[in-house]
């Protein structure tokens, strides 16, 4: 080998390979996953990248169960109470205006009888 140019010396498929790895990890990969278009196209995108960018963007995917249970502070707990009970205060306030469930309503009042001892 009588030709000592750098040039030919140089595998410059393995640099470029070795660039090509680097400018993904950095720049193509993360701009795939943020759903941008690719920044450097003379970069091609790892195949394994739009399954993955797919699987991310699915509209089905199946919810995690943790993040429908999350812990309530007292001051959330008790604006649920207090919630509950105005309903169930505003279910007790209803008129019955219709005859059928007034009739119901005091005939289910006069056939109760309150738990006696004799009553077994």
Same mark, same amino acid.
């Given at each position: ?5 750098? #040039? ?5 498929? !393995? !640099?470029?390979? #070795?660039?090509? *790895? ?12 943020? =759903? ?7 970069? #091609? ?18 919810? #995690? ?27 007790? =306030?209803?008129?019955? *205006?219709?005859?059928? *469930?007034?009739?119901? =309503?005091?005939?289910?009042? *006069? ?8 009553? !077994?």
């Amino acid at each position: 080998m009588r030709d000592f140019d750098i #040039r030919t010396i140089l595998d410059w498929n !393995y !640099y470029l390979e #070795r660039l090509s *790895s680097t400018v993904q990890k950095l720049v193509t990969i993360p701009a795939a996953m943020q =759903k941008v278009l690719n920044p450097v196209p003379r970069v #091609r995108h790892p195949d394994w990248l739009f399954k993955e960018v797919a699987e991310k963007s699915d509209k089905a995917q199946q919810s #995690r169960m943790d993040t429908f249970m999350v812990a309530q502070t007292e001051e959330e707990k008790f604006e649920a109470l207090e919630k509950a009970a105005q309903l169930l205060s505003s279910e007790s =306030k209803h008129d019955g *205006s219709d005859d059928d *469930s007034q009739t119901y =309503k005091s005939k289910a009042q *006069s056939d109760f009888r309150p738990f006696t001892d004799c009553d !077994y």
